[in-house]
């Protein structure tokens, strides 16, 4: 009997350890846009827009190198799982925010920066991107 609720138990553990959420957090693009800035076909319109996106996880750690976030956890209990991209939706509302509306213009983002922090406690954690660029105008 002792054998079988061992067995039971390592089972669950087992199953709640693979299904739990993870996330490598990687943004790789599989399209290039490569734009030269050499000619005077642009303006700066906005210095270091920011946006943020946070995630909390039961059970789990999180870390950062460079741009990359790395996140395991057993359970999502706050926040998008899709932090880059939550994260870009956010800078793009704090530019309008402040600066109008993006629709019609055209607009890049140049000297794109990302921070991760992780909160790691034993029973929570928590990654937050920040990512931060400067946004132009090309003009006629």
């Known amino acids: ?3 079988l609720l061992r067995s039971l138990v390592g089972l669950i553990i087992i199953s709640g350890i693979l299904s739990g959420c993870v996330s490598s957090g990687m943004h790789m693009s599989s ?5 030269q ?7 700066i319109v906005a210095r270091s827009v920011s946006g943020e996106a946070k995630a909390g996880y039961l059970f789990g750690a999180s ?9 395991f956890g057993i359970a999502r209990i ?4 899709a932090l880059y991209k939550s994260a870009m939706d956010n800078l793009w509302s ?7 509306e993006v ?38």
Do not use: H
């Not at 870390?63 to 996140?71: D, L, N, S």
């Open 1 to 3: 009997m002792k054998k």
């Open 31 to 35: 399209s290039l846009t490569n734009v």
């Open 37 to 43: 800035l050499s000619e005077a076909n642009y303006r």
């Open 63 to 71: 870390f950062g190198v460079g741009m990359y976030a790395q996140v």
């Open 78 to 81: 706050s926040g998008d799982k």
């Open 94 to 100: 704090n530019y309008e925010a402040k600066y109008g």
């Open 103 to 140: 629709e019609g213009k055209n607009l890049a983002l140049i000297n794109v920066r990302y921070d991760i922090e992780a909160l790691n406690l034993f029973v929570y954690t928590q990654p937050v991107l920040t990512i931060q660029a400067d946004v132009i105008e090309f003009t006629n």
